[in-house]
Protein backbone atom coordinates (compact mmCIF):
# COMPACT_ATOMS: atom_id res chain seq x y z
CA UNK A 1 0.00 0.00 0.00
CA UNK A 2 1.32 3.16 -0.44
CA UNK A 3 0.89 6.09 1.72
CA UNK A 4 1.19 9.95 0.86
CA UNK A 5 2.73 12.53 2.94
CA UNK A 6 1.60 15.68 2.00
CA UNK A 7 1.63 18.83 4.40
CA UNK A 8 -1.66 20.93 4.26
CA UNK A 9 -0.54 23.63 1.41
CA UNK A 10 -0.08 21.36 -0.95
CA UNK A 11 -3.39 18.87 -0.16
CA UNK A 12 -5.28 21.03 -2.98
CA UNK A 13 -2.66 20.29 -5.71
CA UNK A 14 -2.71 16.80 -4.70
CA UNK A 15 -6.17 15.74 -4.55
CA UNK A 16 -6.27 17.43 -8.26
CA UNK A 17 -3.10 15.34 -9.06
CA UNK A 18 -4.93 11.81 -7.66
CA UNK A 19 -7.93 13.02 -9.49
CA UNK A 20 -6.62 13.16 -13.00
CA UNK A 21 -7.34 9.82 -14.30
CA UNK A 22 -4.31 8.88 -16.44
CA UNK A 23 -2.88 9.39 -12.67
CA UNK A 24 -5.33 6.60 -11.19
CA UNK A 25 -4.70 4.19 -14.20
CA UNK A 26 -0.87 4.88 -13.52
CA UNK A 27 -0.67 4.57 -9.97
CA UNK A 28 -3.24 1.31 -10.36
CA UNK A 29 -0.64 -0.16 -13.27
CA UNK A 30 1.81 0.44 -10.26
CA UNK A 31 0.74 -1.30 -7.87
CA UNK A 32 -0.25 -4.42 -9.53
CA UNK A 33 2.89 -4.74 -10.82
CA UNK A 34 4.61 -4.38 -7.63
CA UNK A 35 1.97 -6.76 -6.16
CA UNK A 36 3.27 -8.99 -8.83
CA UNK A 37 6.40 -8.82 -7.95
CA UNK A 38 5.92 -9.58 -4.21
CA UNK A 39 3.69 -12.68 -5.34
CA UNK A 40 6.76 -13.87 -7.41
CA UNK A 41 8.92 -13.31 -4.34
CA UNK A 42 7.15 -15.10 -2.02
CA UNK A 43 6.41 -18.45 -4.55
CA UNK A 44 10.29 -18.60 -4.54
CA UNK A 45 10.16 -18.34 -0.83
CA UNK A 46 7.50 -20.95 0.07
CA UNK A 47 9.81 -23.30 -2.77
CA UNK A 48 12.67 -22.83 -0.67
CA UNK A 49 10.11 -23.83 2.28
CA UNK A 50 9.45 -26.97 0.37
CA UNK A 51 12.39 -27.99 -0.71
CA UNK A 52 13.74 -27.68 2.72
CA UNK A 53 11.21 -29.56 4.94
CA UNK A 54 11.11 -33.24 5.59
CA UNK A 55 8.34 -33.31 7.38
CA UNK A 56 5.39 -35.15 4.87
CA UNK A 57 2.12 -33.97 6.91
CA UNK A 58 3.40 -30.24 5.59
CA UNK A 59 3.46 -31.40 2.18
CA UNK A 60 -0.07 -33.32 2.53
CA UNK A 61 -1.21 -30.13 3.76
CA UNK A 62 0.04 -27.79 1.13
CA UNK A 63 -1.61 -30.51 -1.37
CA UNK A 64 -4.58 -29.83 0.37
CA UNK A 65 -4.71 -26.38 0.22
CA UNK A 66 -3.64 -26.58 -3.75
CA UNK A 67 -6.64 -29.00 -4.53
CA UNK A 68 -9.18 -27.03 -2.91
CA UNK A 69 -8.19 -23.85 -4.38
CA UNK A 70 -8.32 -25.34 -7.97
CA UNK A 71 -12.24 -26.82 -6.97
CA UNK A 72 -13.42 -23.41 -5.38
CA UNK A 73 -13.63 -20.84 -8.01
CA UNK A 74 -16.05 -18.13 -6.79
CA UNK A 75 -17.35 -17.85 -10.04
CA UNK A 76 -18.79 -20.80 -10.22
CA UNK A 77 -21.04 -19.73 -7.02
CA UNK A 78 -22.50 -16.91 -8.51
CA UNK A 79 -26.03 -16.74 -10.44
CA UNK A 80 -26.34 -15.96 -13.20
CA UNK A 81 -27.99 -12.47 -12.93
CA UNK A 82 -24.37 -11.47 -10.84
CA UNK A 83 -22.13 -12.69 -13.35
CA UNK A 84 -24.22 -10.75 -16.20
CA UNK A 85 -23.50 -7.86 -13.77
CA UNK A 86 -19.99 -8.00 -13.27
CA UNK A 87 -19.66 -8.16 -16.80
CA UNK A 88 -21.57 -5.21 -17.62
CA UNK A 89 -19.34 -3.06 -14.72
CA UNK A 90 -16.29 -4.20 -16.88
CA UNK A 91 -17.59 -3.15 -20.38
CA UNK A 92 -18.45 0.00 -18.70
CA UNK A 93 -15.24 0.44 -17.10
CA UNK A 94 -13.66 -0.15 -20.29
CA UNK A 95 -15.81 2.47 -22.52
CA UNK A 96 -14.51 4.74 -19.73
CA UNK A 97 -18.47 4.68 -18.05
CA UNK A 98 -16.87 5.61 -14.89
CA UNK A 99 -17.85 8.01 -12.13
CA UNK A 100 -15.54 9.54 -9.73
CA UNK A 101 -16.42 9.13 -5.98
CA UNK A 102 -16.09 12.73 -5.04
CA UNK A 103 -19.16 12.89 -7.77
CA UNK A 104 -20.72 10.37 -6.83
CA UNK A 105 -20.67 11.39 -3.46
CA UNK A 106 -22.49 14.87 -4.29
CA UNK A 107 -25.09 13.18 -5.82
CA UNK A 108 -26.39 10.83 -3.34
CA UNK A 109 -25.99 13.53 -0.19
Known sequence: MYI??????S????KKIVSNQNFRLKSL???INKCEM???????EL???LLDTE?????E???KVFK????????EDLSVDQRKEIEKASLEIENGEITDYESFMQKHR
Open 4 to 9: FSVDIT
Open 11 to 14: WALF
Open 29 to 31: FLI
Open 38 to 44: NIQAEKI
Open 47 to 49: VKM
Open 55 to 59: NPKII
Open 61 to 63: SIK
Open 68 to 75: KAKTSDFW
